[in-house]
């Protein structure tokens, strides 16, 4: 039996280096993805350019349309989805990361996180087409006829939108990935104006999630799989994220 498999593992990796590269799509999410920086675009996609027998091309896009066009088949998949974004799109074992979404609030501001109740008597921002998780998402959905109270942005700058309605007072809360924005305000200079004021308890996997369609997607897949578990096990990540300033966990 041995004497068939080698050879038709040959000839999946063979078929997979043959193929065109990758084309995914996703946000503005450094130091995820920077796609404004060519140098340095973004730890996520230097690994997958690393990992690959092929680097991905890769398209920013507001994540909802990212997600529609790798749905469609007009790009073959997405950096950073969520399982429970992953509708109509395949998955593979391994995350390509791990996510702690957290609140900030003003440096002068003494709420903090409590749970979802403690939202109530807050105004928040969020982004459209995003989860949250299932607990975070239902209180969401029930509040989202309030718009002073549930604040949801859309289209291109997302996060440098809302960190603004927050040092203008328009919102009180913003519930972000941690380190996107902390990157953000590392880099303008606006971490003492800032604050970290509590998480949601568990941290999210992410995927690259890709098209059913694509051809030979499940050694795509498995491609995928193997990289990146290969990756953590020759610690790899480490110093990739710290090039980025980020401290790898």
Known sequence: MLRFAVPALLLCTALI????????????????????????????????????????????????????????????????????????????????????????????????YQGPASLDDQSIGLAQGYSYGAELDAWRDSHLDDHEQVQVLSGERVLERNIQKLLLGRISVLLEDSQIVEHYLQRHRLSGQIRAAGQLADKRPMYVALNPRLESVRERLDELDDGLREFRRGDQWKPLMQGYGVAAE
């Open 17 to 112: 280096a043959s193929a065109e590269p990758l084309r995914l799509a996703g946000d503005d999410w450094c130091p995820y993805i920077c796609p404004d920086n060519p140098d340095k675009p973004g730890y996520l996609l230097e690994a997958l350019s690393r990992i690959l027998s092929q680097a991905p091309a890769f398209e920013p896009l507001p994540w909802p349309r990212a997600l529609q066009m790798a749905r469609e088949g007009l790009v073959d998949g997405v950096v950073g989805a969520y399982p429970e974004e992953s509708d109509d799109l395949v998955i593979g074992r391994e995350p390509i990361g791990w996510v702690t979404m957290r609140f900030y609030t003003r440096a002068d501001s003494p709420w903090h």
